[in-house]
């Protein structure tokens, strides 16, 4: 008899679990709209010709293998954070910054985690309602306490911006509020900018300590710097924040673990020491990071070129999402005769749609249709075709109604 039988079977991952479920359907229409990673037009995987160049670069170079430093590539901790904040930015010119690399977004925050665990007893990390499902597990694994805030309306399909303030300021002072820098995950809704200095004023009243997630830079909108202006909102204000980074959707790197913890401080110093504690962290958890993303980041952003023809590799990535996402639309609006209105869509961005489609709704869309998706009703439009966007309108509409 084994000692491990009090172990149970484990539920599958909401998200992964789906394209394991994706992989074992023969159906010809299958789609897999569940894991956000770009797919080409013919729906396969794409590695980004700079990822490409910078590879064949380094392997000219006869690199070695040697281990890395705890907190990782010198180069590219220092070109992740001028890629977030932008190199001429206080916060970098002061050294105010402390930039540790991570496993990509998810290990990054799980960095961040810890650190809040240790630092910061008792303290909560306020959630959006609903996010990415990550989040929870992540801050349950490292036993921070989470509540949730207001964020997604239902009726409106847009943002709930009244409950989200209001939750922000009746959460106890001096709270962790977890925002997405940018394409809020699932549900594609971001605030104005108008609405990002509402949000400051009321952390800031609140003494409260923004913690954002940056899955998404240059992804949502076409452009580096347009993605990250909440952050760096946020940092003219001279407030201290910490940032989860991760490459996984703009380099296209998913598989090689790349991302950062920034910690903003309020002086060098103390950067210095939160530095060190994050290394702290990190050693008897991994020991020290994977070279080869970090070596592939430090030169794209690091060499003109390459850096340039990033941005364009980009804009196509995100050029090719929001046409699927204009085609769908068009689609549902010409075969949907219910008068439903369908503008929610055009107006989400980054790589996902949240449909509004509920748990029993989106059973129907995998059992019937053969297209997999969360059962939060997100889809991703990074795994849509234009070709399948006629077939995914007819799944839907059958589905609502
Ligand atoms: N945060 C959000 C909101 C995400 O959507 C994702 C990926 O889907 C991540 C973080 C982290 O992904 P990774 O660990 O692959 O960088």
New binding site residues.
């Given amino acids: 008899v084994s000692r491990f039988n009090d172990i149970t079977m484990a539920p599958p991952d909401p998200i992964l679990g789906v394209s394991e479920a994706f992989r074992a359907d023969t159906h010809e229409m299958k789609l897999n709209l569940g894991v956000?990673a770009y797919r080409t037009e013919d729906l396969q995987p794409y590695v980004l010709s700079v990822v490409k160049k910078a590879e064949t670069l380094m392997l000219d170079r006869g690199e070695n293998k040697e281990y890395l430093p705890i907190e990782g590539l010198d180069a590219f901790n220092k070109a992740t954070a001028e890629l977030l904040f932008g190199a001429d930015n206080a916060v970098i010119q002061q050294q105010r910054v402390a930039t540790v690399q991570g496993l990509?977004?998810?290990?990054s925050?799980r960095l961040a985690a810890v650190l809040i665990e240790r630092y910061f007893p008792g303290s909560k990390v306020l959630i959006s309602s609903p996010t990415?499902g990550?989040h929870k597990n992540i801050f349950n694994d490292a036993r921070v306490p989470w509540s949730e805030y207001r964020y997604y309306d239902p009726k409106t399909v847009g943002l709930d911006f009244d409950g989200m303030i209001a939750d922000i300021k009746a959460a106890p002072e001096g709270s962790f509020v977890l925002l997405?820098g940018c394409a809020h995950?699932p549900t594609g809704i971001d605030p104005t900018s108008e609405q990002w200095e509402t949000i400051a004023d009321v952390i800031q009243e609140k003494n409260h300590i923004p913690f954002f997630?940056v899955?998404y830079q240059g992804f949502a909108s076409g452009s580096l710097d347009e993605d990250a202006s909440s952050v760096r909102l946020f940092a003219a204000r001279g407030m201290e924040l910490l940032i989860a980074q991760?490459y996984?959707k703009n380099l296209g790197l998913?598989a090689e673990r790349i991302?950062a913890i920034n910690i903003v401080c309020s002086s060098s110093d103390a950067a210095q020491r939160v530095k060190s504690q994050l290394k702290r962290i990190a050693r008897p958890m991994y020991s020290n990071p994977p070279i080869h993303g970090a070596r592939i980041v430090a030169n794209v952003v690091g060499n003109p070129d390459l850096f340039n023809e990033w941005k364009e590799e980009m804009e196509l990535m995100a050029g090719r999402i929001k046409s699927v996402r204009k085609k769908l639309y068009d689609s549902l609006s010409a075969k949907d005769n219910s008068g439903k209105d369908w503008s929610f869509i055009l107006k989400q961005i980054g790589m996902f749609s949240f449909t509004g489609l509920n748990k029993a709704q989106s059973d129907n869309m995998t059992n019937k249709w053969h297209v997999y998706m969360t059962k939060d009703g997100r889809i991703s439009l990074a795994g849509l075709s234009s070709a399948k966007c006629e077939y995914l309108a007819d799944a839907i509409i059958d589905s609502y109604h």
């Fill in positions: 956000g990509s977004g998810t290990g925050l990415w990550n997405h995950n997630d899955a991760s996984s998913y991302g």
